[in-house]
């Protein structure tokens, strides 16, 4: 476990005074022992064989119950100390890790199970150190003591009740299997019954509108009984399991009962070593009775930490090895040479031999039907996917040699998907520079048409987005992802498919903005409207990763291909290869 | 004006208010109203309960009697050899004694044998106490979760218009789970109290000093019990805080890792994350603290009376008020003394969680809004013409916000009606009236000259087909989402719909065809396959009227033809209302009604209204998105 490393002194910490609280805890027993026997000796006024009062005794037993406490107390803290240091060291290590990690590492592990791994492997991890080491301490203190104790006062008896002890670990064993494997019959079940009920209540209405009520609550019965019925067996075995751990450990009793108690009449024992048996006996068990649960968390633990480490060991996607030779600053000139690009553990190229110069300043769009490669192409740039080494300069020189931070600080992104922060607009619009001065964010604003919108909430620029603030149209999304990629003033923008939400008229107001702002700027966007792609000095439409057209709008138009074809479908409302059928 | 609900149901309008779902319910501290009401549940299951009750007071009676069985019988009378009749046995002496006599047993065997048959009398009791116990429970809340579901699933479109399904989901799983936690934790309460009174009776009848002197200790773990538990109430509720706030920045940030690297925000987020963690960290910290504190301190209490009893005993002993064997069962009993008063402390908590549950589990079945349903309804013919009317409608969502101001259109049977209009025109609450999802007063929509509020909402909704914007999946198969469990459609009747509407040509090329799985949402299809398995979800039921509401996202071309196509088909021979936002669409339509702001603006065809150079015309040119316009029909750019 290398990460108890930093942790040593504390884990000692546990160590000693795990030893200090078991021997003044069986100590208190040995007195209470004593105490017993005092007493008797008094009764049959036979002379005192323990040089203390009672009254003395009674004070040795607070004294080592206190001391007891504070070793405790010392012991448990630090331990479970150790235990959040190591989660906390985890989180901050996976954090880490997954920021290096691009499309193809979330593609593999997606977002819900990395949160997964994060919440409870980590959590798992925890449990082990803080719980694991207390039991390991446990398991080796206490029968340690007991037992040398036990044997001190009577090897036979011992003996005698050494056998129970694997028949109780083997039981205890036994039922955290079967307690493990019930426990994720009813995870699942109770996972199945939420997913139901979610989806049965976000579709009501398709529900509703198809009278299907009926139905979906008889389906719901057979979840919701599944459900009950695994949580009733996970119980029964809890049950049985409480009902039998006290039994075994009753038989144990009946032995020093019975047999200790004829070492008693026999004078072999006294009352007093009668009843620290008693004691001792459960000092002994308590762990053992734990040990089942030990092994199972060792399991599942080793699982998490497998688990984790996939995480943490997964080398970087995108490699960033600047060659030096790289100006400070970008043009933003781009010379594609014969790229293509298909994705790991995919026999189809999504990219074939793509062939584009990009001036500097030149503004150019993207068109082509879903799945031809658009986003793949524009991803390149900044490298979120990596391009083939030599197919991609940036003015004259391979993207691969920039230091990634100036390749994606100079070129400004904005994605299809419009994702927001859970946080104020303005963070949202000034997302790479959070210090940016409010009156560049309400130009910016301005830029992509928000500024009207975000005067109508009372908060304006501080208003939360989010689940826990406003809830925006799609359009309004988009309206900020756009200003935040405005916002740069970068020497290339490249916008994906940003404007499908928003509506014509709000578009052509933005695509004016955008002209007279992006003057002498790179700009590359990607659109599925004509009326968008025909303010671009150029045209390239792609299909199944080819270029397969490219040129100004009229051209395209005079060129009488798939281009003018989308024209017309999308200007004409109809295709002429099917008109429209008369109304019946 | 006329409004919807009915009166009764209009006066809770407050309630409904949707800060009412994010409010801290009172945080009632006891409430008993709400605790018969959940006990109300178990009432089917009382002879069970009855029998876990009279079990477990066995079983827990029989665990005294083994300490009694140790110290009494084997101390005083075996080892010793004085029974001391002055103290309380529970005739166990005289038990062994006949054990003796009757097996001809040594004393030491008869005790033993006494001693074993009590304690497999308490695990088996007790195993059978739990489980009669559980297993009422456990069906209680489930007729309970039963209950809950069958009450959202009939509350109407209104409804789920305010109220968060996330909110309401909770309430079926965990708000449920945690009334289990109570009644559980009452359940062994009672095991642990039954000890608690007998003992305390044997110790009271013993010494009622030392008893009084180790009672003194009892408040002492009350207290700090107390102050424990609202102590780490306070900090488990920091500590809950700090992780997820915990989680919530690492989603965030995983789900917008590419705005993060693109922004050049790493190096920044992880920091704020090292401080969200940091934050963390130092709550786990002081629940740590406060955790172990008190649970070593209750630990030491009890033993601390161990001092206790062994000096005044031995006091007692000598002036032969005690017996050496009630010493030793004074300090067995310690234990049956702290432990239910710690586990009251535990179910405290657990109680006021419940009731919060509870609380909330009953808010939603005190949801009482529906659909108001006539007493008698007129039956429909097998098969309807179709033919629909609007008279004169007014309708509002909230009094004195009116939504349709005097709507009046008929389509007649066969027809195609497409509804334009911007934002907020009214088109979908006049599509949504149609499918009786809201109530309103009769004498406003007529389905083949019959009023709608003398038609049974299902009756209504059976005959109409309506394909939402936003069609939802269920998780199942692609067959199983064509029928939607409707048994009279057979999986080739499933199929045909999906040739007639061009579904066939991508879900055949899905690997499993028909029977290819969706998760739900249908992330694994794209908009444009969605649109048309909703096609052919309706052509399946086929219903006699159809009700689009035309996806305004961009959809690629091909798809688009295709989708086209499949419409034209689906609306063939049926009565279809649509919704519309492209142009071909439109054409399609026999007439079109023009909505602005709850008022017929525009009727006839396309040919006419472009001609007309109204509104319609402004709509066309704007290719009817969703725009919002201002009074005049002038679009409102923001």
């Known amino acids: 476990m290398p990460y108890l490393k930093p942790y040593k002194g504390q884990v000692i910490v546990g160590f000693v005074g795990f030893f200090g609280a078991r021997f003044f805890e069986i100590s208190t027993y040995y007195l209470v022992a004593e105490g017993i026997d005092a007493i008797g000796e008094m009764l049959s006024e036979l002379p005192a064989a323990f040089p203390y009062s009672v009254g003395e005794i009674g004070l040795f037993i607070v004294l080592t119950v206190l001391l007891r406490f504070v070793f405790v107390v010392q012991a448990r803290r630090a331990f479970r100390r150790v235990g959040q240091q190591v989660s906390f060291d985890l989180r901050e290590q996976l954090f880490a890790s997954v920021q290096q990690q691009g499309s193809d590492f979330f593609s593999r592990i997606g977002v819900g199970d990395i949160m997964t791994r994060a919440i409870q492997d980590i959590a798992l991890v925890q449990r082990l150190i803080a719980f694991g080491l207390i039991q390991t301490v446990i398991m080796v203190y206490a029968p340690l003591f007991a037992l040398s104790a036990m044997f001190v006062k009577s090897v036979s008896l011992t003996l005698l009740i050494l056998p129970l002890l694997p028949l109780i670990y083997i039981y205890a064993q036994w039922v955290a299997t079967k307690m493990a494997v019930t426990s994720k019959a009813v995870q699942e079940s109770l996972s199945e019954l939420a997913a139901h009920t979610q989806e049965n209540l976000s579709g009501i209405r398709t529900i509703q509108a198809q009278a299907q009520e009926e139905n979906e609550i008889k389906r719901f019965f057979r979840t919701n009984d599944q459900y009950a019925g695994a949580f009733y067996e996970q119980a029964r075995i809890g049950s049985l399991m409480s009902a039998w751990m006290p039994w075994l450990t009753a038989l144990s009793q009946l032995t020093i009962i019975v047999y200790g108690g004829h070492l008693v009449l026999t004078g072999v024992l006294s009352v007093g070593d009668l009843i620290f048996f008693l004691a001792c006996l459960n000092m002994l068990l308590q762990p053992i009775r734990m040990a089942g649960f030990f092994i199972t968390l060792v399991a599942r633990a080793s699982v998490g930490v497998d688990r984790l480490c996939e995480i943490y060991d997964a080398p970087a996607e995108i490699v960033d090895q600047p060659s030096g030779l790289t100006a400070a600053s970008i043009q933003g000139s781009f010379d594609i040479r014969d790229l293509s690009f298909s994705y790991p553990r995919s026999p189809h190229p999504v990219l074939s031999n793509i062939s584009l110069s990009i001036k500097a300043g030149e503004s150019i769009g993207i068109v082509g039907r879903v799945g031809s490669g658009k986003s793949t192409l524009l991803k390149q740039f900044t490298r979120m996917l990596d391009p083939p080494a030599g197919t991609l300069f940036l003015d004259g020189i391979d993207v691969r040699e920039y230091p990634l931070a100036l390749l994606r600080s100079q070129i400004a992104q904005v994605l299809q998907d419009p994702f927001l922060f859970g946080e104020p607009l303005r963070n949202n619009i000034s997302y790479d520079d959070p210090e940016r001065a409010l009156e560049f964010i309400w130009e910016s604003a301005d830029s992509a048409a928000l500024r009207g919108t975000i005067e109508e909430f009372p908060k304006q620029m501080e208003t939360l987005v989010g689940e826990r603030g406003v809830t925006l149209s799609g359009g309004q999304k988009q309206r900020t992802t756009l200003a935040r990629g405005l916002i740069r003033d970068s020497a290339v923008l490249i916008l994906d498919d940003c404007f499908s939400s928003v509506d014509t008229e709000t578009e052509e107001h933005i695509l004016s903005r955008l002209k007279q702002l992006r003057d002498g700027k790179t700009t590359i966007l990607v659109s599925h409207r004509v009326s968008t792609l025909r303010h671009t000095d150029r045209i390239v439409v792609l299909e199944e990763g080819r270029i397969a057209e490219q040129g100004t709008h009229h051209q395209l138009l005079d060129l009488d291909g798939i281009y003018a074809e989308l024209e017309r479908l999308q200007t004409q409302g109809m295709s002429p290869a099917k008109p429209a059928a008369e109304p019946v | ?638």
């Open chain 2, 1 to 638: 004006m006329n409004t919807i609900t009915k009166p009764e149901n209009a006066n809770t309008g407050k309630e409904r208010d949707h800060a009412m779902f994010d409010a801290e319910l009172s945080g009632a501290v006891l409430n008993f109203h709400l605790l018969k009401r959940i006990v109300s549940w178990l009432k089917p299951y009382r002879i069970r309960l009855l029998v876990s009750g009279v079990l477990v007071l066995i079983a827990s009676f029989t665990l005294v009697v083994m300490e009694v069985v140790i110290s009494r019988v084997l101390v005083d009378y075996i080892i010793v050899g004085d029974a001391n009749s002055v103290m309380p046995d529970l005739g166990m002496i005289e038990f062994t004694r006949s054990v003796e006599t009757l097996f001809a047993l040594p004393p030491l065997y008869a005790a033993g044998a006494v001693f074993f048959v009590l304690m497999s009398l308490s695990a088996v009791l007790g195993h059978w106490h739990r489980l009669t116990l559980i297993d009422a429970i456990v069906r209680a809340l489930r007729d309970l979760r039963q209950d809950l579901f069958s009450h959202l699933e009939s509350r109407p479109s209104s409804f789920y218009d305010r109220v968060p399904v996330g909110r309401i989901m909770t309430r079926v799983t965990n708000d449920v789970e945690a009334l289990y936690e109570m009644l559980r934790g009452m359940g062994s309460l009672l095991g642990e109290f039954v000890p608690f009174l007998v003992a305390l009776t044997i110790m009271l009848s013993t010494s009622v000093e030392l008893t009084g002197i180790l009672l003194l200790l009892v408040p002492i773990v009350g207290v700090a019990t107390f102050y424990f538990r609202r102590a780490t109430r306070d900090i488990f509720r920091r500590v809950r805080n700090s992780v997820s706030a915990l989680n919530q920045y690492l989603q965030e940030n995983l789900s917008g890792m590419q705005v993060v690297q693109l922004s050049q925000r790493q190096d920044r987020n992880r920091s704020e994350y090292t401080r969200i963690n940091r934050e963390n960290l130092t709550q786990e910290f002081k629940s740590i603290d406060l955790a172990t504190f008190y649970g070593a301190f209750n630990d030491s209490l009890a033993s601390i009376g161990l001092g206790i009893i062994i000096y005044y005993g031995a006091g007692a002993v000598v002036q032969d008020a005690m017996s050496l064997g009630g010493v030793i069962l004074f300090t067995r009993f310690m234990n049956m003394l702290f432990t239910p008063v710690v586990m009251l402390g535990e179910q405290l908590n657990v109680l006021f969680r419940a009731m919060a549950s509870g609380e909330r589990i009953f808010q939603a079945l005190d949801w009482d809004e529906q659909i108001h349903e006539p007493e008698h309804p007129k039956q429909l013919p097998q098969r309807l013409a179709g033919k629909v009317e609007f008279r004169n409608v007014h309708f509002s969502y909230t009094p004195g916000t009116p939504i349709l101001k005097g709507v009046s259109v008929t389509v007649q049977a066969g027809e195609k009606l497409a509804i334009v209009g911007p934002t907020g025109s009214g088109k979908s609450t006049m599509i949504r009236l149609l499918g009786r999802f809201y109530d309103f007063p009769p004498g406003q929509i007529f389905l083949d000259d019959i009023d709608l509020n003398e038609l049974h909402s299902r009756d209504v909704r059976q005959r109409i087909g309506v394909v939402l914007q936003d069609f939802h999946i269920f998780s199942g198969t692609i067959l199983d989402n064509i029928s939607l469990g409707n048994e009279q459609i057979s999986r080739e009747k499933a199929i045909a719909a999906a040739k007639t509407v061009n579904a066939h040509w991508f879900i055949e090329r899905l690997e499993q065809g028909y029977d290819t799985q969706l998760v739900e949402r249908g992330a694994n299809l794209s908009q444009g396959q969605r649109q048309l398995l909703a096609f052919a979800r309706v052509l399946a039921a086929d219903p006699e009227i159809l009700i689009l509401d035309e996806a305004t996202a961009s959809i690629d071309t091909e798809t688009e033809i295709l989708i086209q196509d499949g419409l034209r088909k689906l609306m063939a021979g049926r009565t279809s209302i649509l919704i519309a936002h492209r142009l071909q669409t439109i054409q399609e339509a026999n007439h079109v009604l023009v909505l602005h702001l709850g008022e017929v603006k525009e009727y006839g065809t396309h040919q006419e209204l472009i001609a007309a150079d109204g509104l319609y015309r402004t709509l066309h040119e704007l290719q009817f998105q969703d725009v919002v316009l201002d009074k005049d029909g002038d679009p409102i750019i923001d």
